[in-house]
């Protein structure tokens, strides 16, 4: 099965900061999902990728499929972007192919 | 669209007590799962089904039952709840197993006695 490890477990940041997140696997995968989940909330896709940058906003999602690395990127954080972030991979095992990490805890403070 | 709905949002039973998640979603997705997270765990997938009829068992299924005899419909049933099922179970939905990004319910929160 495939290992998804997620750094930093916990960020504190203050608002305008340039955030970085990452997502390293150990098998080869087809797709890499970001999801975001507020506090109490539901969870949200915020990026599918294979190969790559995608930008969505303020979101910046690139993958390494050589390194077997992913970053999520938010520039000028706010507040509302205080949420787990959760890396989830497709391909290298699992019943139905995917595999999460553990998320990242985002805060923001103003 | 109302994407994925969950219900119920909350629920305490006792241990021995047996209940079903509802999970509907109106997107005609085949594929539909049920997931449990708890803390300082990553999402684990309980069953899945990649189409009406069709069900199998995730990572950990033992006490919980599926079925799916429509498309929109994935019901989770809790067969005689344990203390160890005490966690917050997400439904999702994709387009077909391995395609698509993937929707998710809101979350129900599951307390057993």
């Known amino acids: 099965k495939n290992e998804v490890e997620q750094s930093p477990q916990n960020l504190t940041a203050q608002e305008g900061e340039f955030i970085t997140i990452n997502c390293s696997y150990s098998?080869?995968?087809?797709?890499l999902h970001w999801l975001q989940q507020h506090p109490g909330g539901g969870i949200v896709s915020l990026f599918m990728?294979?190969?790559g940058k995608k930008k969505h906003g303020r979101l910046i999602a690139t993958i390494n499929i050589q390194e077997k690395h992913s970053s999520l990127h938010i520039t000028a954080s706010h507040p509302r972007d205080s949420a787990v972030y959760i890396c989830?991979?497709?391909?290298?095992?699992?019943?139905?192919?995917?595999?999460f990490g553990k998320g990242t805890h985002l805060i923001i403070q103003p | 669209n109302a994407g994925v709905t969950q219900t119920p949002k909350f629920q305490v039973l006792k241990t021995g007590q047996s209940m079903t998640l509802q999970c509907a979603q109106d997107?005609?997705?085949?594929?539909m799962s049920w997931y449990r997270q708890d803390p300082g765990m990553g999402l684990r997938l309980i069953h899945y089904?990649?189409?009406?009829?069709?069900?199998d068992q995730g990572e950990v299924p033992n006490g919980y039952n599926v079925s799916r005899s429509t498309t929109e419909d994935f019901p989770l049933r809790l067969l005689s709840a344990a203390p160890s099922q005490t966690s917050v179970y997400f439904c999702?939905?994709?387009?077909?197993?391995?395609?698509?990004?993937?929707?998710f319910g809101e979350g129900s929160r599951l307390t057993v006695l």
């Open positions: 997107m005609n997705h085949e594929y």
């Open positions: 089904s990649v189409g009406a009829g069709i069900t």
């Open positions: 098998v080869g995968i087809s797709a």
């Open positions: 989830a991979v497709e391909g290298g095992g699992g019943a139905d192919g995917l595999t």
């Open positions: 999702a939905s994709r387009m077909a197993a391995n395609t698509g990004e993937l929707f």
């Open positions: 990728l294979s190969s």
